[in-house]
């Protein structure tokens, strides 16, 4: 099996996940596991040591937040929703859990994903950088601690901005690398200050910037996107706050540094900045004892970008993200039963098979794309733009490839095909 094949292995009743080839290669390094699909694109871990301070990473931000899963003005119910750099999957299986309606996506590197999820979760092995397209697939897309992962910000902006539907929402949660007194002075001196210009230095030198942030209103704004806003939230490093809920989510920020000290040097700083493995072990315990006074009182900021793809999407758009792609599927029953590849071409949603389902007993696309037509604009009284172009792409489709990959088992509009 190629590098590009991928299966979709059944994890439960409930989920599929599809993975390529190489997932399962690992790679093993410095006593840790790293992913093995486009090996180095991470540096991190992806083993169960490194998934528990994700976890709690995962549960600090909630404290942050005030149980708040995103902080977007949009009503997921029923929505289309994306998790990019999904890790072990909580984000994703937590709103899933919330927005039963909905349907979620997540997509990492590794496939470290819980055994048994909601039914309306699945998860895709894939590199955001270079596996992952797709037009107008989504309405709100989640993106958590990316930074020190990404390449090239810009273009992945441009492919989110191509992955929204009009109207659709990308929030970006980002934690900044440097630390502060709760008076809002820099912390310039000390071990932990260190660690973070020893990370930059290293995400600097591997071309994976840590600190992306300050570029992301002119990346996104260069993609399409509009009405960028950012707010910044101060978290703890400590569990000093009197608040409870500070003191919660200081301590498992500290915790996760604790514990994750040797997953962020392993590579960062013994492979690309050539540290001896003693010095590694030497730095990290100063690290650790630093962590463990207080009395500084230290914080740090937490970035919360969202941006919207504007509501409205001309004729241009609709021939560049709609219609090309479609017409460019040759052989329509292999993809219908990829879902894989059909989650590429997300224009042919739920509606339009409905649509096609109506006239599904037809031998002639023209009939079938006519009495389509017809029979939605009688049900529903309009065809959205979308929808009409999305048909116009089917209608060039073999008849008989066309009628195998609808529904064998209708319930039409009417509740009587016959009638059509």
Same mark, same amino acid.
């Given at each position: 099996?190629?590098?590009?094949?991928?299966?979709?292995?059944?994890?439960?009743?409930?989920?599929?996940?599809?993975?390529?080839?190489?997932?399962?290669?690992? #790679? @093993?390094? *410095?006593?840790?596991?790293? *992913?093995?699909?486009?090996? +180095?694109?991470?540096?991190?871990?992806?083993?169960?040591? #490194?998934?528990?301070?994700?976890?709690?990473? *995962?549960?600090?931000?909630?404290?942050?937040?005030?149980?708040?899963?995103?902080?977007?003005?949009?009503?997921?119910?029923?929505?289309?929703?994306?998790?990019? +750099?999904?890790?072990?999957?909580? @984000?994703?299986?937590?709103?899933? &859990?919330?927005?039963?309606?909905?349907?979620?996506?997540?997509? !990492?590197?590794?496939?470290?994903?819980?055994?048994?999820?909601?039914? %309306?979760?699945?998860?895709?092995?894939?590199?955001?950088?270079? &596996?992952? %397209?797709?037009?107008?697939?989504?309405?709100?897309? *989640?993106?958590?601690?990316?930074? +020190?992962? $990404?390449?090239?910000?810009?273009?992945?902006?441009?492919?989110?901005?191509?992955?929204?539907?009009?109207?659709?929402?990308?929030?970006?949660?980002?934690?900044?690398?440097?630390?502060?007194?709760?008076?809002?002075?820099?912390?310039?001196?000390?071990?932990?200050?260190?660690?973070?210009?020893?990370?930059?230095?290293?995400?600097?030198?591997?071309?994976?910037?840590?600190?992306?942030? =300050? %570029?992301?209103?002119?990346?996104?704004?260069?993609?399409?996107?509009?009405?960028?806003?950012?707010? $910044?939230?101060?978290?703890?490093? +400590?569990?000093?706050?009197?608040?409870?809920?500070?003191?919660?989510?200081?301590?498992?920020?500290?915790?996760?540094?604790?514990?994750?000290?040797?997953?962020?040097?392993?590579?960062?700083?013994?492979?690309?900045?050539?540290?001896?493995?003693?010095?590694?072990?030497?730095?990290?315990?100063?690290?650790?004892?630093?962590?463990?006074?207080?009395?500084?009182?230290?914080?740090?900021?937490?970035?919360?970008?969202?941006?919207?793809?504007?509501?409205?999407?001309? !004729?241009?758009?609709?021939?560049?993200?709609?219609?090309?792609?479609?017409?460019?599927? =040759?052989?329509?029953?292999? @993809?219908?039963? &990829?879902?894989?590849?059909?989650?590429?071409?997300?224009?042919?949603?739920?509606?339009?098979?409905?649509?096609?389902?109506?006239?599904?007993?037809?031998?002639?696309?023209?009939?079938?794309?006519?009495?389509?037509?017809?029979?939605?604009?009688?049900?529903?009284?309009?065809? /959205?733009? #979308?929808?009409?172009?999305?048909?116009?792409?089917?209608?060039?489709?073999?008849?008989?490839?066309?009628?195998?990959?609808?529904?064998?088992?209708?319930?039409?509009?009417?509740? /009587?095909?016959? /009638?059509?």
């Amino acid at each position: 099996m190629s590098e590009t094949d991928s299966a979709c292995i059944a994890r439960s009743s409930f989920d599929v996940i599809s993975l390529p080839s190489s997932a399962l290669d690992h #790679e @093993w390094r *410095h006593g840790r596991r790293y *992913h093995g699909h486009h090996s +180095g694109a991470y540096i991190y871990p992806n083993d169960e040591e #490194e998934q528990i301070r994700l976890d709690m990473i *995962h549960q600090a931000h909630l404290l942050l937040h005030g149980g708040s899963l995103f902080l977007s003005s949009i009503d997921l119910t029923g929505r289309s929703i994306l998790d990019i +750099g999904t890790g072990t999957g909580i @984000w994703a299986v937590q709103i899933a &859990d919330k927005y039963p309606s909905a349907s979620v996506v997540g997509l !990492d590197l590794s496939p470290i994903q819980p055994q048994i999820v909601p039914p %309306n979760v699945q998860f895709y092995v894939e590199d955001v950088e270079r &596996d992952w %397209n797709e037009i107008a697939a989504y309405d709100f897309i *989640h993106c958590r601690g990316m930074s +020190g992962s $990404i390449t090239d910000w810009p273009t992945l902006f441009h492919k989110i901005y191509q992955a929204l539907r009009p109207g659709g929402i990308i929030e970006i949660h980002e934690m900044l690398p440097a630390i502060f007194l709760t008076n809002q002075e820099p912390v310039l001196n000390g071990p932990l200050v260190d660690l973070m210009r020893g990370l930059v230095t290293a995400h600097s030198q591997i071309g994976r910037s840590l600190d992306p942030v =300050s %570029n992301f209103r002119t990346w996104t704004e260069e993609a399409g996107l509009i009405e960028f806003s950012e707010e $910044i939230f101060e978290i703890p490093l +400590g569990s000093w706050p009197e608040d409870q809920q500070r003191k919660n989510a200081g301590k498992l920020l500290a915790s996760s540094f604790n514990t994750g000290l040797h997953a962020l040097t392993a590579k960062a700083f013994r492979d690309v900045l050539s540290w001896s493995t003693e010095e590694v072990e030497v730095f990290n315990a100063y690290v650790r004892q630093e962590l463990r006074q207080e009395s500084s009182r230290r914080i740090l900021h937490v970035s919360v970008c969202t941006a919207r793809r504007s509501a409205h999407m001309d !004729d241009d758009e609709y021939d560049v993200y709609c219609r090309e792609p479609i017409m460019m599927v =040759s052989d329509p029953l292999k @993809w219908w039963l &990829d879902p894989a590849q059909r989650r590429r071409f997300p224009g042919l949603s739920s509606m339009a098979i409905d649509i096609l389902s109506i006239a599904s007993m037809s031998a002639e696309t023209e009939w079938l794309f006519s009495k389509a037509k017809l029979s939605v604009t009688d049900q529903r009284g309009s065809m /959205n733009v #979308e929808t009409l172009n999305l048909l116009e792409c089917l209608r060039s489709w073999d008849a008989s490839a066309l009628r195998l990959i609808l529904p064998t088992e209708c319930q039409y509009m009417d509740g /009587n095909h016959d /009638n059509l």
